[in-house]
């Protein structure tokens, strides 16, 4: 069977999308060496980034233009059997006959659970609205990256239960060295991280809770002497945390590092007390699993999928309730029994989310799309 992979998101620099297709592309044509696979991108970066397939870069103005026309006319010289859309969209001019599969991410462009969330810009949201329906309909497969996100499909949508599968995320170990005692003592003083600190990665666009996550750090500072650490760059509407430091008077106590290099992400979570990821929403909630990789006790929300991610191995808290967040936060601190018990369970649970599994239960939802007569996968 011959595959095709469109890898939209490959072109973004950071973030769960790109994180999920540089550790689960490399490894389709790895483990499933009975099928041929093509991967379809416009990313310079990742040239020669999947050793046993073939690769074809999408060329023209724009990405709608790549994706249809460009990717049209390519699978006319050189057909697939299977077409995986690997980020949220079925492109609309396909050759006949093509079976197609679709990821899912999340639906923050719709309201969820009868709740909106101002997390995209106007346009986007429309353009996501116009395109997404018909492509989730077209697939043969849709795949959605955690159940909570297959269920939100299935409330949106009328699509046959039967159609969409649920495929959780994984984690990479970090490297030993990277949470050397030398890594940590370096990262501390690269960043000046002086006094001990909560952590957390990510943009503070609105879904993130990043307010009543401050204001919950607000009601015990006086209480611990830690600082409250965030990477997030530039993000969409985050000028309310901001005027949250100013108004709460945490301006000598929030440590905002921007992007940092990936190689230094281990240490900041190994040397923080607690890794707070008090979202709203999330389609799955990858950085729960990093964190726990590297060791960090993990604070995050009973919410969406974010249970799902953790397992048993984190402390749940309601992310609207303020009060719940600074008391779990305190919990972590004070009770080293707690905090001891969260890093080995979340070690546990890290281990056991691997991106060798995701990319093996994709591998099995295509297989289901196997033409008649086409040879079956090896056991």
Avoid at 19 to 32: A, G, H, K, S
Avoid at 214 to 220: D, P, Q, T, V, Y
Wanted: charged content about 25%.
């Amino acid at each position: 069977m011959r595959i095709g992979v469109l890898a939209r998101g490959l072109s973004v620099r950071v973030g769960g999308v790109t994180t999920f297709l540089e550790n689960v592309l490399p490894l389709l044509p790895r483990l499933d060496p009975a099928d041929r696979y093509v991967i379809f991108h416009n990313s310079a970066r990742h040239r020669g980034a999947f050793p046993g397939a073939e690769e074809r870069r999408l060329r023209g103005p724009g990405t709608l233009w790549q994706e249809n026309i460009a990717l049209s006319l390519a699978l006319r010289r050189r057909p697939v059997d299977v077409l995986l859309c690997a980020k949220n969209f079925v492109p609309a001019l396909l050759p006949r006959g093509v079976k197609t599969a679709v990821i899912v991410y999340d639906l923050l462009y719709y309201p969820v659970r009868g709740a909106s969330i101002d997390e995209y810009k106007p346009l986007d949201v429309l353009a996501f609205r116009a395109l997404f329906p018909g492509g989730v309909r077209r697939a043969d497969r849709v795949i959605a990256i955690s159940e909570s996100t297959r269920r939100d499909l299935l409330d949106l949508f009328p699509l046959d239960p039967e159609r969409v599968r649920a495929v959780p995320l994984g984690v990479s170990p970090p490297a030993p060295a990277l949470l050397a005692d030398d890594a940590l003592r370096g990262v501390r003083s690269r960043y000046a991280l002086d006094r001990p600190y909560f952590f957390y990665c990510g943009s503070l666009s609105p879904r993130k809770n990043a307010v009543r996550a401050l204001e919950a750090f607000a009601r015990i500072r006086d209480r611990v002497p830690h600082d409250f650490v965030v990477t997030a760059g530039k993000s969409w509407k985050d000028r309310a945390v901001f005027r949250t430091v100013a108004r709460l008077g945490l301006r000598n106590r929030f440590r905002r590092l921007g992007a940092v290099p990936a190689a230094d992400l281990p240490a900041l979570y190994r040397a923080a007390d607690a890794f707070m990821y008090v979202s709203l929403y999330e389609g799955f909630g990858l950085p729960i699993l990093e964190a726990m990789a590297c060791g960090c006790p993990v604070l995050t929300s009973r919410a969406s999928a974010m249970p799902e991610a953790a397992g048993d191995a984190a402390l749940l808290v309601d992310p609207a309730d303020v009060g719940a967040i600074a008391g779990g936060l305190e919990r972590i601190l004070k009770d080293r029994t707690l905090a001891d018990d969260l890093r080995v369970r979340g070690a546990r649970r890290a281990a056991q989310c691997t991106w060798e599994a995701t990319a093996r239960r994709i591998i099995a939802v295509l297989n289901e799309l196997r033409p008649e007569g086409s040879p079956p996968l090896p056991p």
